[in-house]
């Protein structure tokens, strides 16, 4: 059964409450970290600036910031992607911090891009599902490359689906991952096709894709 997913829904306040949806297995939403404060946000701050150009204009940053605990909430019971999207530092311990408490970690997903923060994640939280996000060619052939290599072992992954072209190329994938999602999944006969590839989880930013 392919897993669907409402990508981005839990950036804003207003979205998150489709979480409950029918149609939906669970959301996705972007996790940042800061000055040791994790939090939730649709945008990348403009450098410096304490301001975002986003959908509603120029806003200020700290307008549409959502705490994590407000996301964990909204989602309880389904399936959160948590995409790791800081800029700089350490966003591991933050992280930690945040999962720990969980009785039930199982419906969390942290999708990273970075393996050195994947490796301390697991360290720390060895039951916590943590996926390799590849959002490039490059890293994709680097992640296939370590497998066929053995420098790498098999984990889930999450791929845009503008990277899969036909259905060798998902078996290819999926027989050397633990599982495969696919992002940014933008009309209804492409997340068919993907599912009848074998994609396990589809990540999508309209309902209709669903």
């Known amino acids: 059964m392919v897993l669907r997913i409402l990508q981005g829904a839990g950036n804003f306040r207003d979205t998150l409450l489709l979480a409950r949806h029918e149609v939906v297995d669970g959301i996705s939403a972007d996790l940042w970290v800061r000055d040791g404060e994790a939090f939730v946000h649709h945008a990348r701050r403009l450098g410096p600036l304490r301001y975002t150009v986003s959908r509603a204009g120029i806003r200020r940053y700290d307008r549409d910031r959502i705490p994590v ?32 408490p969980l009785h039930d970690r199982s419906r969390i997903v942290v999708a990273c891009e970075e393996r050195s923060l994947m490796d301390r994640l697991r360290a720390w939280q060895p039951d916590l599902p943590v996926a390799h996000a590849l959002p490039t060619e490059g890293a994709l052939r680097r992640y296939i490359q370590g497998r066929i290599n053995g ?27 633990a599982s495969v999602g696919v992002r940014n999944v933008r009309t209804p006969a492409r997340a068919a096709e ?4 074998g994609a396990d989880l589809i990540m999508a930013p309209t309902l209709d894709v669903l």
Request: net charge negative; charged share 20%; hydrophobic share 50%.
């Open 69 to 100: 605990e407000v996301v964990l909430s909204a989602a309880e019971g389904r399936l959160l992607v948590l995409d790791v999207r800081t800029e700089s530092g350490d966003p591991a311990p933050e992280i930690a911090r945040i999962v720990y």
């Open 151 to 177: 420098s790498l072992p098999p984990m889930p992954v999450i791929v845009p689906e503008a990277l899969l072209h036909t259905p060798h190329e998902l078996a290819s994938l999926a027989a050397r991952s």
């Open 194 to 197: 993907l599912a009848a590839w």
